[in-house]
């Protein structure tokens, strides 16, 4: 025994201890009481006092229980084991194949020194057409993925999964922040009639966890990552929904302890927090962590000081629109409001930013053909403007791509695609040479030049 409660509430539990030398951050103290086990993660001590985060909820806990101390922090399963199961924050199987413990890592252990860092990591081809020509991705990269509901982001990630599997033989981590717990059982079931369960672990903080819970949901997911990454020496995804759950859930942590907030309620320590998370997703030598993070976006204000302190770690992002999605062009993914750093010609080279910015310009000039096409008819149009409009279509339709995932939906086999023969494709429709092909002839295929 080394304290007893003193103070009880919804979210932390305040520990009167013995002696305050034998208690640290991050230590794992536990109460019996009831037939139930209750434990809590010390975040702070003053004086004698411990103050606490509760695993749990903190039903019949009361004044005067006596605590232990666990011998290790917070810890999750380090083996491949990892594969094929969903588990809590805490490190828990919550999927119905029970586990056989090999090894176990605390969730707050690694940090990547200078020396281990590697910035100059190739690139990760993800076989999407859109994604590889628009928002190039390197190993390494962090991009957010934005997109309301139904316009195509589960199958965008179910997508990126198989294909970086089928390339690189790598696994993925999907960590669930503060999101519905149906949705997560959406995407087991999902995983499991694409067969991709076995190549994916997966981590639950869920809506109607409490904040120790959602925050903690990120540090254990890392840690399946980083096993992937160290150990096997994979080029891993990451996918976390939703980041911004993520500081929310540490806003009601601060508020708890009683810290003066900033702005708009969030923590003072919301920068180092965040910056906590994404500094351990990067790559090695050996491997790389690129991470996918849906990012919520309250009020749609893009200028919310989260969503800015998320914004300022990201590499770029990838915006589903649901005017794509209506229009029957799947991945329904807005090319105008996508984007990368890697766009630069020192990196993917004079060619393909060259053919980025012209395919731009053409579809930018196609939005505003169209509404002059709808007033004055397409026959009042230059014949210079009649080719970028229906060139545009073309190309328009051709970043439609027929997906592995989808397969038994559509009926279209899936592909990879090459992204040479993309720059090939789309060379070839702008300077005309696939003019005389019908434009439903570029819809739902891999590479024209190779068909």
Not at 53 to 63: E, G, I, S, W
């Amino acid at each position: 025994m080394i304290g007893r409660i003193v103070a009880v509430s919804d979210l932390s539990v305040k520990i009167l201890l013995k002696d305050p030398q034998s208690v640290e951050i991050n230590d794992i103290l536990f109460a019996k009481h009831h037939d139930n086990i209750y434990k809590f993660e010390v975040v702070e001590v003053n004086g004698d006092i411990a103050n606490t985060l509760c695993f749990d909820n903190v039903m019949y806990l009361k004044k005067g229980i006596e605590v232990e101390k666990q011998s290790t922090h917070l810890a999750i399963e380090y083996s491949d084991e990892i594969l094929g199961r969903v588990f809590d924050s805490y490190g828990n199987v919550i999927s119905n194949n029970p586990l056989n413990s090999k090894k176990q890592r605390e969730v707050y252990d690694r940090n990547i020194s200078l020396e281990e860092l590697n910035i100059q990591s190739g690139m990760l081809l993800t076989g999407i057409k859109v994604i590889d020509f628009f928002a190039p991705i390197q190993k390494g990269s962090k991009l957010g993925l934005l997109g309301g509901a139904g316009v195509g982001k589960t199958v965008i990630i179910k997508e990126l999964m198989n294909n970086v599997f089928k390339k690189f033989q790598s696994n993925s981590v999907f960590i669930g922040v503060g999101e519905r717990s149906r949705e997560g059982k959406e995407l087991y079931d999902e995983m499991l009639d694409s067969n991709l369960l076995d190549k994916i672990s997966m981590v639950f903080g869920q809506m109607g966890d409490n904040a120790a819970s959602r925050s903690k949901a990120v540090y254990s997911g890392l840690t399946l990552a980083e096993y992937l990454r160290d150990e096997k020496k994979q080029d891993v995804l990451l996918f976390i929904d939703n980041i911004y759950r993520y500081v929310q859930a540490q806003s009601e942590i601060s508020a708890e302890l009683g810290r003066s907030p900033i702005e708009n309620g969030y923590p003072t320590t919301m920068t180092s927090d965040v910056s906590e998370v994404e500094e351990r997703i990067n790559s090695t030598n050996e491997g790389s962590i690129t991470s996918f993070q849906a990012i919520f976006i309250p009020a749609d204000d893009y200028t919310d000081e989260a969503v800015q302190t998320i914004s300022g770690h990201l590499d770029g992002q990838i915006v589903l629109d649901r005017s794509v999605a209506e229009k029957g062009i799947y991945p329904a993914i807005d090319v105008f409001k996508t984007s990368s750093v890697l766009v630069d010609p020192e990196v993917i080279g004079e060619r393909h930013f060259n053919l980025i910015e012209k395919s731009l310009q053409y579809l930018t000039r196609y939005t505003e053909l169209e509404e002059i096409i709808v007033v004055l008819g397409i026959e009042e149009l230059s014949e210079e403007d009649k080719n970028i409009f229906y060139r545009s279509r073309k190309l328009r339709n051709y970043f439609s791509q027929p997906m592995f995932v989808s397969e038994q939906y559509t009926g279209i086999p899936g592909v990879l695609v090459d992204i040479e023969d993309v720059l090939n494709d789309v060379e070839n429709i702008l300077n005309g040479t696939y003019d005389n092909i019908d434009e439903s002839n570029f819809l739902y295929i891999g590479s024209y030049g190779n068909k």
